[in-house]
């Protein structure tokens, strides 16, 4: 008979998937079994709502950790788009990469714009 998890175990195999969403990473994490771990998270009372906290929560966490540094995310942007704009480099890069970077440009800058899917974040950068 397998011996049974105690509380504290089990609140570790909670915080575990709330991390990494994954039975079977959680599972090896734990040494446990991927059925362990999912029937301990289906029992979990409150589970979506603290998942959904958690999210909330490491969302701020970056979000105010970016607006700290945001004369460094500006300066790095600023030398990576002088870098995708030289002549020389563009020469050198295949289609592939190029309607790549102008894709990701897109997509980004659709996003700042508020045209982006709705219930993502939208990072705005006010200079």
């Known amino acids: 008979m397998a011996a049974r998890l105690t509380d504290r175990q089990k609140k570790k195999i909670i915080a575990d998937y709330m991390a990494v969403e994954s039975y079977n990473a959680v599972a ?64 050198e890069a295949t289609p592939a990469q190029i309607t790549t970077a102008i894709g990701t440009l897109i997509d980004k800058w659709a996003l700042v714009k508020g045209k982006g899917e709705e219930g993502k974040v939208q990072v705005i950068i006010d200079v």
Do not use: P, W
């Open 28 to 91: 090896k994490m734990n040494g446990v079994s991927k059925d362990t771990v999912k029937r301990i998270i289906q029992n979990c009372e409150n589970f979506a709502q603290k998942a959904q906290q958690k999210k909330e929560d490491n969302t701020a966490d970056i979000l105010a950790y970016m607006e700290s540094q945001r004369g460094m995310v500006c300066e790095i942007i600023g030398k990576g788009l002088t870098v995708l704009n030289d002549e020389e480099k563009l020469k």
